[in-house]
């Protein structure tokens, strides 16, 4: 690893409406490292990226690109640095194809046209030499989120880019996706590309950092290396205070099956089958944690379950009521509450205040509302005790909710969602993009209500979070259950094993030949 300096920010200073979100901050990057940028939610982690790459103006200090000064005002001037950038929520169109995204803004023409095939065989190459498998005819909107990262990072290599930004590139990966992503990391590494990886996520920071910035509340806490240090003096370090990184909680007390769902099968637009005679019952008082790798079926099954997916086959009952497509409000009313998957899309209001935000599920009700009029001094009073509460960082509780960094857009949700009495609670990836300090209070909320008497559905791709939350482990592959077992008996190692489907052929549960050939063609082979 060279000492050259690739990149350097010096006294970066950057004020938004309720404080500073950089204040003075020193970064620099040598050539050829991977240098992991660390730090709670609202750190001021992302700002100082989208400084860097010009998406957002500094009100002070200077950047060094190999030594020389440069005024970075928009992304056009950071491409033109060699300065490349993966968002955490990605920047593609879905309706273009792969290569059509990856060539966007940089197109070859020859006169009126558009030059596509020197496009692919650039393209082609860059995806080979990197070990980046894509399929440029391929549409964006059909593709894994794993597999829409790889195009994203093809996108900046295309432009020459030889300072890369990650942005929370693990946010929505599993575990093999992650894996596979440093892969390609240490090999962009080796060949002189210099990343600037930001996460939440300690383990990662000691597998593949070689040097670490820690930042806390818009300021530098300190650098050091991976041998340097532990992963509870980062925790330390992120939050200002110890953290419990283990999880700690006693037996279940588990009561009746509080859902029971029978046969279940889902199909997709094209009526293929995407979810096969599911069966599955949770207790009241018991987390039951669903793994499997993204895009077997888990996704489908859990907008099911939350009334936004039409049933096909099968049912679903709660408390011994049917409850096998009913909407949203109908399940909300009966004491169901729904931490989705993708929070920009089926989470939030994006427009919408915070405040608003957090009364999206009892907006109708009293004390928020009386007829058609909202009380509005009850929504701002309940909205500041959240957001005191689950520590969301927001310049106020006016804010645009599209204006918090990820991890806060979360924190909404999840304060949302725990903030009234519930019966079931179906938490797909509930802590995705938190930091260690809120990934603490999120699973001693979720052990609380498990205790009293709330059944849970735990989604989540963190093996970690699955082994040491779940009191049974349900295993999906291909859009069927193939195992039930008991986090105790399980190493990760054999859940990743039936994750993948490895050992499918000396087990019992066959899968649907319809539904393993649909995941045969379009997802499983691409994540692996």
């Given at each position: 690893?060279?000492?050259?300096?690739?990149?350097?920010?010096?006294?970066?200073?950057?004020?938004?409406?309720?404080?500073?979100?950089?204040?003075?901050?020193?970064?620099?990057?040598?050539?050829?490292?991977?240098?992991?940028?660390?730090?709670?939610?609202?750190?001021?982690?992302?700002?100082?990226?989208?400084?860097?790459?010009?998406i957002?103006?500094?009100?002070?200090?200077e950047?060094?690109?190999?030594?020389?000064?440069?005024?970075?005002?928009?992304?056009?001037?950071?491409?033109?640095?060699?300065?490349?950038?993966?968002?955490?929520?990605?920047?593609?169109?879905?309706?273009?194809?792969?290569?059509?995204?990856?060539?966007?803004?940089?197109?070859?023409?020859?006169?009126?046209?558009?030059?596509?095939?020197?496009?692919r065989?650039?393209?082609?190459?860059?995806?080979?030499?990197?070990?980046?498998?894509?399929?440029?005819?391929?549409?964006?909107?059909?593709?894994?989120?794993?597999?829409?990262?790889?195009?994203?990072?093809?996108?900046?290599?295309?432009?020459e880019?030889?300072?890369?930004?990650?942005?929370?590139?693990?946010?929505?990966?599993?575990?093999?996706?992650?894996?596979?992503?440093?892969?390609?990391?240490?090999?962009?590494?080796?060949?002189g590309?210099?990343?600037?990886?930001?996460?939440?996520?300690?383990?990662?920071?000691?597998?593949?950092?070689?040097?670490?910035?820690?930042?806390?509340?818009?300021?530098?806490?300190?650098?050091?290396?991976?041998?340097?240090?532990?992963?509870?003096e980062?925790?330390?370090?992120?939050?200002?205070?110890?953290?419990?990184?283990?999880?700690?909680?006693?037996a279940?007390?588990?009561?009746?099956?509080?859902?029971?769902?029978?046969?279940?099968?889902?199909?997709?637009?094209?009526?293929?089958?995407?979810?096969?005679?599911?069966?599955?019952?949770?207790?009241?008082?018991?987390?039951?944690?669903?793994?499997?790798?993204?895009?077997?079926?888990?996704?489908?099954?859990?907008?099911?379950?939350?009334?936004?997916?039409?049933?096909?086959?099968?049912?679903?009952?709660?408390?011994?009521?049917?409850?096998?497509?009913?909407n949203?409000?109908?399940?909300?009313?009966?004491?169901?509450?729904?931490?989705?998957?993708?929070?920009?899309?089926?989470?939030?209001?994006?427009?919408?205040?915070?405040?608003?935000?957090?009364?999206?599920?009892?907006?109708?009700?009293?004390?928020?509302?009386?007829?058609?009029?909202?009380?509005?001094?009850a929504?701002e009073a309940?909205?500041?005790?959240?957001v005191?509460?689950?520590?969301?960082?927001?310049?106020?509780?006016?804010?645009?909710?599209?204006?918090?960094?990820?991890?806060?857009?979360?924190?909404?949700?999840?304060?949302?969602?725990?903030?009234?009495?519930?019966?079931?609670?179906?938490?797909?990836?509930?802590?995705?993009?938190?930091?260690?300090?809120?990934?603490?209070?999120?699973?001693?909320?979720?052990?609380?209500?498990?205790?009293?008497?709330?059944?849970?559905?735990?989604?989540?791709?963190?093996?970690?979070?699955?082994?040491?939350?779940?009191?049974?482990?349900?295993?999906?592959?291909?859009?069927?259950?193939?195992?039930?077992?008991?986090?105790?008996?399980?190493?990760?190692?054999?859940?990743?094993?039936?994750?993948?489907?490895?050992d499918?052929?000396?087990?019992?549960?066959?899968?649907?030949?319809?539904?393993?050939?649909?995941?045969?063609?379009?997802?499983?082979?691409?994540?692996?």
């Amino acid at each position: 690893m060279s000492e050259t300096l690739a990149l350097e920010a010096r006294n970066i200073f950057k004020w938004f409406p309720g404080g500073f979100a950089n204040d003075m901050v020193d970064f620099d990057l040598r050539k050829g490292e991977i240098h992991v940028l660390l730090g709670e939610n609202g750190a001021g982690k992302s700002t100082l990226m989208n400084i860097i790459y010009g998406i957002y103006e500094p009100d002070g200090g200077e950047i060094y690109v190999n030594g020389e000064e440069v005024k970075i005002t928009d992304p056009r001037e950071a491409i033109k640095n060699k300065i490349g950038m993966v968002h955490q929520h990605f920047m593609l169109v879905p309706v273009f194809t792969v290569l059509e995204n990856i060539v966007l803004g940089k197109e070859d023409t020859r006169g009126t046209s558009l030059n596509m095939e020197t496009a692919r065989v650039k393209v082609i190459a860059l995806s080979k030499k990197y070990d980046l498998e894509i399929d440029p005819d391929a549409l964006v909107a059909d593709l894994p989120v794993g597999v829409q990262q790889r195009v994203e990072i093809l996108k900046a290599l295309y432009r020459e880019a030889n300072i890369l930004v990650l942005d929370e590139p693990t946010a929505v990966l599993t575990p093999q996706e992650s894996d596979k992503l440093f892969e390609v990391m240490r090999d962009l590494r080796k060949s002189g590309v210099s990343i600037i990886f930001i996460t939440h996520k300690l383990k990662e920071v000691m597998d593949v950092a070689d040097r670490i910035t820690v930042m806390r509340r818009g300021k530098v806490e300190g650098t050091t290396r991976p041998n340097e240090t532990f992963e509870s003096e980062l925790a330390t370090m992120m939050v200002g205070r110890q953290v419990q990184l283990k999880v700690t909680k006693g037996a279940a007390k588990m009561g009746k099956p509080a859902l029971k769902v029978r046969n279940l099968s889902m199909r997709n637009k094209s009526g293929l089958k995407i979810v096969s005679d599911f069966s599955l019952d949770i207790h009241a008082g018991e987390i039951l944690g669903l793994a499997g790798v993204q895009g077997n079926g888990q996704s489908e099954f859990v907008e099911g379950l939350a009334g936004m997916r039409p049933i096909n086959e099968g049912s679903i009952r709660f408390k011994e009521e049917d409850i096998s497509n009913a909407n949203p409000r109908e399940l909300l009313e009966l004491g169901v509450a729904y931490i989705p998957e993708d929070r920009q899309r089926d989470g939030l209001v994006l427009p919408f205040h915070v405040a608003d935000n957090l009364v999206l599920n009892s907006y109708y009700r009293e004390p928020f509302s009386r007829g058609t009029t909202l009380n509005q001094k009850a929504i701002e009073a309940s909205a500041e005790y959240l957001v005191d509460k689950f520590d969301i960082q927001a310049a106020d509780i006016h804010s645009n909710v599209q204006h918090l960094s990820g991890g806060n857009q979360q924190k909404v949700i999840v304060a949302r969602e725990f903030s009234r009495p519930i019966k079931l609670l179906i938490a797909a990836q509930p802590t995705r993009g938190l930091d260690v300090g809120s990934i603490e209070y999120v699973h001693r909320y979720l052990i609380e209500r498990r205790d009293q008497g709330c059944a849970i559905l735990l989604v989540s791709t963190e093996l970690d979070e699955i082994l040491s939350l779940s009191d049974r482990i349900a295993v999906m592959y291909s859009g069927k259950m193939v195992a039930d077992l008991k986090p105790e008996e399980t190493s990760k190692e054999q859940l990743g094993l039936l994750m993948a489907g490895l050992d499918l052929a000396e087990s019992d549960f066959g899968a649907d030949p319809e539904v393993e050939a649909y995941y045969a063609d379009n997802v499983t082979a691409q994540v692996r």
